[in-house]
C-alpha cells in the first residue's frame, strides 16, 4: 500500500507561492493517480480535490478555483508529486492532503500539510 508523505505547508501572505511535497515509495507500481486535496478549517468540512494526475502524466485534473494559480507535477525516479501554488489567496487557507488513489476506488491519505495564506 501507498503511502503518501506530505511536506512543504507553511504560512505565506496573499499574492504569494508554495511549493508543496508529497513522496510516495514506488507510487508507479501501486496506484494510477495521484493527488491533492484539502480541508477547510470549518467544522464539519469535507475533503474537496484540487488538483490530480495519472501515473503516466497524460492527464490532470483541477478544480475550477485554482486553475491558471497551481500546477500539479510529478518526478518518478524520485516517488514524488509537487503541488505549485502561486498567487495564493485567504481562501486558500487549509490542511492539504496527498492521495493515492487505490485499485478499485477509494484514496490512501497523507498525514496533510497547513497552509495559511493572510491578507
Known amino acids: 500500500q501507498v503511502q503518501p508523505v506530505e511536506s512543504g505547508g507553511g504560512s505565506v501572505q496573499a499574492g504569494g507561492s508554495l511549493t508543496l511535497s508529497c513522496v510516495a515509495a514506488?507510487?508507479?507500481?501501486?496506484?494510477?493517480?495521484m493527488a491533492w486535496f484539502r480541508q477547510f478549517p470549518v467544522p464539519g468540512s469535507e475533503r474537496e480535490a484540487v488538483?490530480?494526475?495519472?501515473?503516466?502524466?497524460?492527464?490532470?485534473y483541477y478544480r475550477d478555483s485554482v486553475k491558471g494559480r497551481f500546477t500539479i507535477s510529478q518526478d518518478i525516479p524520485k516517488n514524488t508529486v509537487y503541488l505549485q501554488m502561486n498567487s495564493l489567496k485567504p481562501e486558500d487557507t487549509a490542511m492539504y492532503y496527498c492521495?493515492?488513489?487505490?485499485?478499485?476506488?477509494?484514496?490512501?491519505w497523507g498525514q496533510g500539510t497547513q497552509v495559511t495564506v493572510s491578507s
Open positions: 514506488e507510487y508507479r507500481y501501486r496506484t494510477n493517480s
Open positions: 488538483a490530480e494526475i495519472n501515473i503516466d502524466g497524460t492527464t490532470t
Open positions: 492521495a493515492a488513489e487505490k485499485y478499485g476506488g477509494g484514496w490512501t
